[in-house]
């Protein structure tokens, strides 16, 4: 089970954190994600780690401004979104993925949360 938290309104400029907390079994996962789906659009990949060794993968369109990494001890993922937009404004997702090689191809991932809103102003 995953379940997000930390969305949010907030101007541009600002930054916001989300948090997502993950079940054991979730956890044990190869790789995390997270995902955005703006209203009209295409959910896109926003970010993942493997949670193995802590490599990390962006979408250009958020590389330098958002910062994805884990907390093993917690079972929780985090994004750190600074320098926010207003095309930032989406539904963001928390997903989990068993594939053995950690991208942000959506379709790799198989579990997913309920989504946490974020508007940008």
């Known amino acids: 089970q995953l379940v997000e938290s930390g969305g949010g309104s907030v101007q541009a400029g600002g930054s916001l954190v989300l948090s997502c907390a993950a079940s054991?079994?979730?956890?044990?996962?190869?790789?995390m994600g997270w995902f955005r789906q703006a209203p009209g659009k295409e959910r896109e990949g926003v970010a993942a780690?493997?949670?193995?060794?802590?490599?990390?993968y962006y979408a250009d369109s958020v590389k330098g401004r958002f910062t994805i990494s884990k907390d093993n001890a917690k079972s929780a993922l985090y994004l750190q979104m600074n320098s926010l937009k207003p095309e930032d404004t989406a539904m963001y997702y928390c997903?989990?993925?068993?594939?053995?090689?950690?991208?942000?191809?959506?379709?790799?991932?198989?579990?997913w949360g309920q989504g946490t809103q974020v508007t940008v102003s």
């Open positions: 997903a989990a993925s068993y594939y053995t090689a950690c991208s942000l191809i959506i379709g790799r991932f198989g579990d």
């Open positions: 054991g079994y979730t956890y044990s996962s190869n790789c």
């Open positions: 780690i493997y949670t193995g060794g802590g490599s990390t």
